[in-house]
């Protein structure tokens, strides 16, 4: 049985400071694992180092995962009073074991699986989900989503949200930061196309979240239960299908409908945001750069190919 691979991207991006923090651990005798994601918050100067304890004392913690939690409170009102965060955290104790999740604020966990797709696991401890939960509209309920319910400084056993996922091939966490800008559909698609390559997801997630204009840190850990293939039987991204055959890209038949034209299957390219968000890092082929960039207010994506924009 192969080990799970973990993959973490983290970007700082506008924000004065870097307030994420990320902590994970194998258990190579059984196959399981345990990690978690913090977001600190507030003004105080250890609040980067209270999420990160929060988040290392969470893996270590023996117990449950919302023991872990409760760990976690207590070691940074300890060491770091006056600081918060919010935080995630999930354990698996072996391959065919359920899920174990605990979480206080709005980092969430999903899971996802050929069969199911991408499921979120945690309901986010927001004023704006509390708004939704008395049927507000969305775009009302909005404003109130960085406004926290409950965090770990504050934390008690009533408080800690707890949830069981069954096993999956992949377990995702990501923080505001991503989830908050980029919207639920091109989540899916993202994690779909590149569930084979934790590495590569982690760092598309977190490029998703900048071409959204995302205004916080943006953090993305994966965990895989499914060794990453190697050989000609290895999936290919969609940008990689495009450079493979043109003609295979679109889906069943579109070559079909447009024989021998390239220029179609470029301009679909040029709408499919999943495809658009990792092309700068994965178009490169035989010395031949394809690539894709956005106009000034980041709405529209034009492909370059040989030169040739449409």
Known sequence: MSPPVIATDTDQGPRPSQQDAYSHRLEPASGGWRAAVADGFGDHPDTREAAQLAADTAIAASGEAVDAVL????????VHPGTDCVMAHARQDSP????????????????WSPSEGLRQHTRDHTFGQELRDLWVADDLARVGDHAVTTSVATAVLDDVG???????DLTLFTCDGIHDYVDERLLAELVTDHAHDPATLVQVLVDAAREAESTDNATALVISLTPEPTGPGTPLTRQERLLEGLDSFGGLGFGERFPGSTEHLLRALSEDRAAGIACDRFLLRDGTTYWCTKDSDHTDHHVSWHGVTW
């Not at 605990?102 to 899971?111: E, K, N, P």
């Not at 707890?162 to 999956?168: I, K, N, S, V």
């Open 96 to 111: 065919d074991e359920p899920i174990d999740i605990a979480w206080v604020g709005d980092c969430r966990v999903w899971t």
């Open 71 to 78: 760990a976690a409170h207590r070691a940074i009102t300890l």
């Open 162 to 168: 707890t949830a069981t996922a069954p096993a999956a």
